[in-house]
């Protein structure tokens, strides 16, 4: 069974070997779509427009499963220092890119937004179920959270529904459910991200795990022959520069693989593996230099580079 369906601003599609029903299946899929309801930055009644309309003035109250990703969201930003902060929209605003208003923003708009940017601000209350922006002008945007924690849920439905082997594609980012029936892995493509979509740096073996990468092919713009990407660092509120074209993540949990590529990224490859081994997780990282590095448990997990691929070099974290 194949499903496909629009959430989290991405094409999602769901595809399973087990026999379920539609209406399953469709219930499951509602979920989905409950949650891009709540959880979008773009839509004025979900929960999170009303938490940022209401910063510096007054707590939201919200639902369980908005306390329960805004305290992970918060976790993540504390073990890799900041490199991952939901509180970074107002800046992802400034710059717009990707979008017809996508501009290079003055060092003065910057350095007023550098206080609105600290997810120590964002004040949570488990007991009223509420959250609180504590600066007027602030902004939560939960993109890079978002779409792992529905994975993790819609795969956890499934599996209760009786599912044995399937895959989740939300938007690129990969969660397989066991192996496949004929008791292979689930192959995957690692995009290239300086070449057109589809084509691949190799491939890699899953089985009941996810795969995530964030990468500057996704948004960026080119000014004066200098290109900006969309992924900014919370510190200095530009895109990034850590030398990283692309990192790619695997483990279990893809609202965790979905924070952590975004620290990955802005930490730089040597950081950023030292993080990875914290978390137990393995990443690949493809650098501006030319160079790939991966750990070992990312090479161990079958991964076969193409033969045409210029990138070279490996490191063991």
């Known amino acids: 069974m194949e499903k496909i369906f629009y959430a989290f601003g991405t094409v999602n599609y769901i595809q399973i070997e087990d026999e379920i029903s ?34 510096g003035v007054k707590s939201v109250k919200v639902s369980p499963n908005i306390i329960t990703i805004l305290k992970q969201a918060c976790y993540y930003s504390e073990i890799s220092q900041g490199a991952f902060d939901i509180t970074i929209k107002p800046a992802v605003q400034l710059w717009n890119v990707g979008h017809k208003e996508q501009r290079i923003p003055t060092e003065v708009e910057l ?68 192996k496949k029936k004929n008791g292979a892995v689930w192959r995957v493509g690692i995009q290239d991200p300086l070449n057109k979509r589809g084509k691949s740096v190799g491939t890699i073996g899953l089985k009941d795990e996810s795969l995530v990468t964030s990468a500057v092919n996704e948004r960026f713009f080119k000014k004066d022959g200098v290109t900006y990407h969309h992924i900014l660092d919370p510190h ?78 490996r490191i063991v974290g």
Do not use: C
């Not at 600066?135 to 890079?144: E, P, R, T």
């Not at 990312?298 to 193409?306: G, H, K």
């Open 236 to 313: 200095t509120l530009r895109p990034a520069q850590s030398g990283v074209l692309s990192v790619t993540a695997t483990g279990g949990s893809a609202m965790e693989l979905d924070a952590l590529t975004t620290a990955l990224f802005v930490l730089g490859m040597k950081k950023g593996i030292d993080l990875a081994n914290q978390m137990g997780i393995d990443a690949l990282y493809l650098l501006q230099n030319g160079e790939m590095y991966a750990t070992n448990g990312f090479v161990s997990r079958d991964f076969i580079l193409q033969t045409n691929n210029k990138n070279s070099g």
């Open 22 to 55: 539609e209406d399953k299946m469709d219930g499951i899929i509602k979920t989905a779509l409950a949650l891009d309801d709540q959880l979008s930055v773009f839509k004025p009644d979900s929960e999170i427009a009303k938490i940022n309309n209401n910063a």
């Open 111 to 178: 350095d007023a937004l550098k206080s609105w940017v600290d997810y120590q601000s964002i004040v949570i209350d488990e007991i009223e179920n509420t959250v609180y922006l504590k600066k007027s002008g602030q902004a939560i945007d939960l993109g890079g959270i978002a779409k792992g924690y529905a994975q993790d849920l819609i795969k956890e439905k499934l599996v209760n529904a009786g599912v044995t082997s399937g895959i989740l594609n939300f938007g690129g980012s990969i969660m397989t459910i066991g």
